[in-house]
């Protein structure tokens, strides 16, 4: 299994998660050319759990001009035998096996039992021809496993995905305003912050260490009470706000007033589900989604639908970013995320074990 350590990098681009799903995964590559080999180097690196190689061809000279995975002392011998022993020496971590068959009778054999590939998370092929790659894609869709048809000559390459669907979750959004709810707070927010109400009455060292979450909270309420309860929207109007935090902050250097004025534009645009997320939990609603057969994703969705129905707004993430202030204020304002947080969490489930009560029926 991947070790931490050594996939460090790659985790912090898909995360644990993500590593765990390729640590995991079954294979199957058609073909042991230098086209499917390069392509499994590619996933044999970063940590695939297993791969089958198939291919009947033997290493031939011109095998030693294109392959890598080939080299002089194997002239002769097995190309799949060759290929799998020299991508395992890569990635210890990574257990492969080979088939020495034909390609194209390989297809043929298992083209009518679709349940032979359902153990395989991708099957890629290479250089393949169109006839045999239909036989396999229709293999592969009953079996609803992804195929990757690959194509090499020369200086031109073509890629053909095959599959029914296929979900993606993005867990790191490229969304800077986060999901800390400043413009519609719930309530266990709100009682959080107006504890800081009296800013006044607060010594330096505790003023100087009010989180900045709750320092737009206070001026957006401020705000809302002079201007019948709109978020500010022109330019004179943001500067208005702004203002507030200016008088508020005693010294230059209170650096969570600094934050706040940092991160003030949070305060103007009102709570919205993005529109790509509404599609998807529009089509998730659908009922007809809900069948027996239906993947974890869609069901997910649906109950997600479900609480966005009931709530008027998705579930809280319940991460909350670094800022100054005393540890305890910091520790209780992310508690009271968390919280919530994790009750939005037992609703969803809530809901998603009543759609898959149901689908059993």
């Known amino acids: ?39 499994l180097k590619n996933l044999v690196l970063p940590g695939i759990g297993e791969f089958t190689l198939v291919d009947g061809a033997i290493v031939q000279p011109s095998d030693l001009r294109n392959n890598f995975f080939c080299t002089k002392a194997d002239e002769g011998k097995s190309r799949a035998e060759t290929t799998t022993r020299l991508l395992l020496e890569l990635n210890p971590d990574v257990k492969g096996q080979h088939i020495e068959c034909d390609v194209t009778q390989f297809v043929s054999k298992h083209a009518h039992t679709p349940e032979y590939f359902s153990k395989f998370a991708l099957v890629i092929a ?39 669907e296929h979900t993606v979750v993005e867990t790191k959004p490229d969304n800077e305003f986060g999901d800390l709810r400043i413009t519609d707070p719930f309530p266990e ?12 009455s607060l010594d330096d060292l505790h003023h100087g260490h009010v989180p900045y979450v709750c320092l737009l909270i206070l001026a957006l309420e401020d705000f809302k009470a002079k201007h019948e309860g709109r978020l500010p929207s022109t330019t004179a109007e943001k ?33 919205k589900i993005p529109d790509g997320m509404r599609v998807v ?37 319940g991460t ?23 009750g939005d969490v037992n609703a969803v489930r809530a809901y998603l074990a009543d759609i898959t009560k149901k689908k059993k029926k």
């Open 126 to 164: 290479s250089q393949l021809s169109l006839e045999s790659a239909t036989l396999l894609d229709t293999a592969c869709r009953a079996a609803k496993v992804p195929l990757l048809w690959v194509r090499a000559n020369g200086f031109f390459g073509a890629v053909r995905a095959s599959m029914q």
């Open 239 to 271: 500067e208005e706000f702004k203002k507030w935090l200016t008088q508020k902050m005693r010294r230059p250097d209170e650096m969570n007033f600094q934050e706040a004025l940092d991160n003030a534009y949070k305060a103007f645009a009102p709570y």
């Open 189 to 200: 927010l709100k009682e959080f912050a107006s504890k800081f109400s009296d800013l006044d």
């Open 1 to 39: 299994m991947a070790t931490t350590d050594k996939y460090d990098r790659q985790i912090r681009l898909w995360g644990s998660h993500g590593q765990r799903a390729l640590g995991t995964c079954h294979i199957l590559v058609l073909g042991a050319g230098p086209c499917s080999t390069e392509t």
């Open 281 to 317: 939990l529009d089509e998730a609603a659908d009922a007809s989604r809900h069948s027996s057969d239906s993947s974890d994703f869609w069901l997910v969705a649906a109950a997600i639908s479900n609480f966005v129905r009931a709530c008027g707004k998705l579930p809280l993430a």
């Open 320 to 342: 909350l970013p670094d800022m100054t202030a005393l540890t305890e204020y910091y520790v209780n304002l992310q508690r009271t995320y968390q919280a919530r947080a994790q």
